[in-house]
T-cell receptor
């Protein structure tokens, strides 16, 4: 069975500090990994996916198959980054994009 | 372009009653998903439609839940009869044909008393 673990329920940093939101997964194949974000009073939206290898809003995430991790990083956090972040996994090889979510990490960036 | 819309935004019902949630996906999106977040737990997959067909309904909790997507446009999720443990936020998402990005609605919060 596939599983996504986000060990930190809450994470608080100061503006300008680096931030890393941890995500570990278990899956027997090669999954596709995503980070979704929900800002206050907004809907859940895609932040980035590992196959795109993009930096979105200064965030990056590298898939580490050896450690089965997909940690989200940003070198200098901004107050507007405060939000709920969800790591999600989709089985590879299929087209259904049936996502398995972690429980989420609430990031607070303090001024 | 309008996003995924869900109705109602919040529903409060008593145990044993029936509730129907509605989702209007982004126009042209063949793929429609229902997810649910129960308090304190992760967002969980319920089912996936491709047009009007159920592609995967492995996440549906039990036969008190019925999802439909007649005509391949909007979808409804009916809970009958509702139980206390059905309380949570029900999310709908849609996806276009050649993209892996899911677009979520704002969710329908269901409270069963």
């Amino acid at each position: 069975a596939q599983r996504v673990t986000q060990p930190e329920k809450l994470l608080s940093v100061f503006k300008g500090a680096p931030v890393e939101l941890k995500c570990n997964y278990s899956y027997s194949g090669s999954p596709e990994l995503f980070w979704y974000v929900q800002y206050s009073r907004q809907r859940l939206q895609l932040l980035l996916r590992h196959i795109s290898r993009e930096s979105i809003k200064g965030f990056t995430a590298d898939l580490n198959k050896g450690e089965t991790s997909f940690h989200l990083k940003k070198p200098f956090a901004q107050e507007e980054d405060s939000a709920m972040y969800y790591c999600a996994l989709s089985p590879s090889g299929g087209s259904n994009y049936k996502l398995t979510f972690g429980k989420g990490t609430l990031l607070t960036v303090n001024p | 372009e309008a996003g995924v819309t869900q109705f109602p935004s919040h529903s409060v019902i008593e145990k044993g009653q029936t509730v129907t949630l509605r989702c209007d996906p982004i126009s042209g999106h063949d793929n429609l998903y229902w997810y649910r977040r129960v308090m304190g737990k992760e967002i969980k997959f319920l089912l996936h439609f491709v047009k009007e067909s159920k592609q995967d309904e492995s996440g549906m909790p039990n036969n008190r839940f019925l999802a439909e997507r007649t005509g391949g446009t909007y979808s409804t999720l009916k809970v009958q009869p509702a139980e206390l443990e059905d309380s949570g936020v029900y999310f709908c998402a849609s996806r276009g044909h050649n993209t892996g990005e899911l677009f979520f609605g704002e969710g329908s919060r269901l409270t069963v008393l």
